[in-house]
């Protein structure tokens, strides 16, 4: 083994030879037995080994191994300064496996020497980014579970930090490549990191390359399958895959794929969906979706089965009035409870696809099941009246950082819901039925009117709409409001308001 002496001795022999240096191949050797020294003789190999390692291809293979040993190294700094020089073994062929070496590092638990791991990772990515992807992505299919985690979350985090020349055209087509591979086999979490990495890339920002992705989410969704809503990993699927085909779609991109699948499947099952989340509402999340989806629903083969659906759903959450005793009483022991955010999900989602068949309420519904629907719709609607009133009440005259309370927020959530129910509800009431208004779903952000377009909803409170929650799980956190109940019409006895679950 070398001394600390011999080390600078070859060093310098190697540093006054300059172009030659490749002539002196012994005294090369020595600097690379230098890792086998104690811990000076090593910070000295990790730093003279790859300052001469281009004048010796034909010692290549050793000159890295030598590096990875220091990289390795049980002493910490040892280890940071061998990282700290892996780039400029980033030559031609050498470079993924630089890239495998580095991804591989990418487990380090010390964060100085993770940084370093990140860094030189952008660094040799900037020199060669389909090798540097080469390298990525075999430890990503084939490497540990830590390796592979840490890899796609670098993709994840630092892809949108390079510059367009380091990203072209073709190395984003690698990416969605290789991404498609892996997309094979991945978990929720992966396929999520996923979506938030190829929706990044610049090629598809594009009509085409949105359709591309909503193409991809829909393979991993698995549209073509039976759906069991007891399993609660087929629920769980379903809900991740549309959450991330959401943002995707426009009036260029359709999502009519999901908002059929949801009709046929998910809405006859909707009572019986196993909630793979503690504490999620399900159905509630379920109809949000479909919701959102609706808007931008294309041309649908089942159009009139599908609407179908959605009325007779929609008819669960809309009650009759209930039967009045000789003495004017609730005659009926249960008061009739309205699900406020169930309905605006519903209402919205029907009249959506009603703009497609316009005549679906007065040509495709016998007499009595629209004199049923009607009832319903004219009991609903005036205990809706009163809880407006009654929230309007409430908000009044309070701005600022009185809305800022829990209580009041979920007021303005509310007085939102019922808005936009109220506006969808005038609409059903034309004769015939109008679809022409539109409305701003309560959870979402409030869109500027353009000129010419009807007013979304009211908002006769100065608070801002409530902030959008973070995707996953973590927004399925709902709060609860319990609205008050009392006698508000002679004709309709007692009514209870029952739950309004509250927006996003």
Sequence with gaps: MPTVE???RNYGILADAT????QHKDAYQ???????????EKRLAAQFIPKFFQHFPELADSAINAQLDLCEDEDISIRRQAIKELPQFATGEN?????????????????????????????????????TLGGLFSQILQGEDIVRERAIKFLSTKLKTLAEEVLTKEVEDLILTESKKVLEDVTGEEFVLFMKILSGLKSLQTVSG?????????????????????????????????????PLFSKNVHS???????????LPNLSSLTTPVEGLDIQLEVLKLLAEMSSFCGDMEKLESNLKKLFDKLLEYMPLPPEEAENGENAGNEEPKL??????????SFHQLGRKLPDFLTAKLNAEKLKDFKIRLQYFARGLQVYIRQLRLALQGKTGEALKTEEN???????????????????????????????????????????????????????????????????????????????????????SYGNLKGGR
Excluded at 19 to 22: P, R, S
Aim: a positive charge; proline letters at 6%; charged letters at 25%.
């Design 30 to 40: 020595v600097i690379l037995d230098g890792v086998k020294g104690g811990a000076k």
């Design 339 to 348: 699900q406020f955010s169930y309905v605006e999900c519903l209402l919205y």
């Design 210 to 246: 949105r359709q591309q992705l909503v193409e991809l989410v829909a393979e991993q969704a698995d549209l073509e399958q039976t759906f069991n809503p007891s399993d609660p990993d087929c629920v769980d699927r379903l809900l991740q895959c549309t959450r991330q085909a959401v």
């Design 95 to 131: 470079l993924p496996r630089v890239a495998d070496i580095l991804t591989q590092l990418l487990q380090s638990d010390d964060s100085a020497e993770f940084n370093l791991v990140n860094n030189a990772m952008l660094s040799i990515f900037k020199m060669d980014p389909k090798g």
């Design 256 to 266: 009519t794929r999901f908002v059929t699948y949801f009709c046929e499947h998910v």
């Design 19 to 22: 172009e030659t240096a490749g």
């Design 6 to 8: 011999e080390l600078y």
């Design 409 to 495: 927020k979920i007021k303005v959530v509310a007085l939102k819901i019922t808005n936009n129910i109220n506006v969808l509800i005038k609409d059903l009431f034309h004769i015939p039925p109008s679809y022409k208004s539109t409305v701003t779903l309560s959870w979402k952000p409030v869109q500027k009117t353009e000129a010419g377009q009807k007013r979304a909803s009211e908002d006769t409170t100065s608070g801002s709409p409530p902030k959008k929650a973070a995707a996953g799980p973590k927004r399925d956190a709902r709060q609860i409001y319990n609205p008050p109940s009392g006698k508000y019409s002679s004709n309709l006895g007692s009514f």
